[in-house]
């Protein structure tokens, strides 16, 4: 690596024209003339334009040449594993995030313990839905980039800046998405300004946009977000929120066969996070299998899942509750 460095070969490390010999130049350590090597010219605070100016192939969302959107998406495409639902709901100081674990190839079960929650920083967390690889260095990138910026700066950004920086990715994916390489993430954090926690939601195009209370996205959302409508109450505690999103999945699975449910026989389970003023945390397998535990022994009771008061604890006109 130390070639790069001192310009004795090409690479990101070698910035401008080499002196030549006899010409009675300056040279630095690096053997260069007036222009900084080419890593360490660069003051940008965003890793992705970072990457972008140097190997904008490794950006994900960047398509072979050729392959335009009008070809469509092939065969290959549509059955690579496909990630599906995810819950989010606001609690008291703070926001719980889940995901189910199954990923999908067409009609097919790809895998049945796909992680889909993750951290983002300390203060945040993401998950997506979508095509799963891409979905990954999605993540991944969103995690450098924060990371990126809070050194580059000394400071991290704000939770609405996060989200707008992960909007400018997802556009940046809109090629791809329109061949069928779809990530849409679910973004999530605690406003130390606020105190409280706050949701974002994306479509293929960018975004955001703030949610209030809970979101669902996937092929199961239609089904999460009907059973958290039902189950969501104001200023929730944290572990309240959190069995509420296991029965919203719950729900989810019982509709919808891209979705799964709790797996007792392999001990797989919905991964779950908090994010609050403590920072991010994911529960344990232990914690995630006890809030599964109690959805599945209150299904045995009531295979449709709790019910929500038809009055709001009002009492009939008849006068009975």
Request: proline residues 5%.
């Amino acid at each position: 690596m130390g070639s790069y460095y001192d310009g004795r070969q090409s690479g990101p490390f070698a910035g401008g024209d080499r002196d030549p010999a006899g010409a009675g130049g300056v040279q630095g350590s690096a053997g260069l003339t007036g222009r900084a090597p080419g890593f360490m010219g660069q003051q940008s605070a965003s890793f992705a334009d970072f990457l972008g100016s140097h190997s904008p192939g490794l950006l994900p969302g960047r398509t072979a040449p050729g392959l335009g959107a009008a070809d469509g998406p092939g065969q290959a495409i549509r059955d690579l594993p496909h990630a599906t639902t995810i819950v989010a709901a606001v609690c008291e100081h703070g926001v719980v995030l889940a995901g189910d674990r199954r990923a999908t190839a067409g009609s097919m079960i790809a895998k049945r313990d796909v992680e889909k929650v993750f951290r983002s920083d300390e203060f945040s967390a993401i998950a997506y839905a979508g095509t799963g690889s891409m979905g990954i260095e999605f993540v991944r990138l969103f995690q450098v980039e924060l990371e990126h910026y809070e050194k580059m700066e000394g400071r991290s950004l704000s939770l609405e800046g996060k989200a707008n920086r992960l909007a400018w990715m997802v556009r940046g994916n809109l090629a791809a998405a329109m061949q069928g390489l779809v990530v849409v993430p679910l973004f999530v954090g605690y406003d130390e300004e606020r105190d409280m926690g706050r949701i974002f939601s994306y479509d293929v195009a960018g975004g955001p946009y703030e949610e209030q209370r809970f979101y669902s996205i996937g092929s199961g959302s239609l089904f999460a977000r009907g059973a958290l409508k039902k189950l969501y109450v104001d200023d929730m505690s944290a572990g309240d929120a959190a069995l509420a999103c296991v029965q919203a999945l719950y729900d989810a699975a019982d509709d919808d066969s891209a979705t799964g449910g709790p797996d007792l026989t392999r001990r797989i389970f919905p991964v779950i996070a908090t994010v609050t003023a403590d920072g991010f945390r994911k529960l344990s397998e232990a914690e995630s299998e006890d809030y599964a535990q109690q959805v599945i022994q209150g299904r045995m009771v009531q295979p449709d899942g709790p019910t929500a008061p038809l009055r709001n604890g009002q009492p009939p006109s008849g006068g009975q509750a």
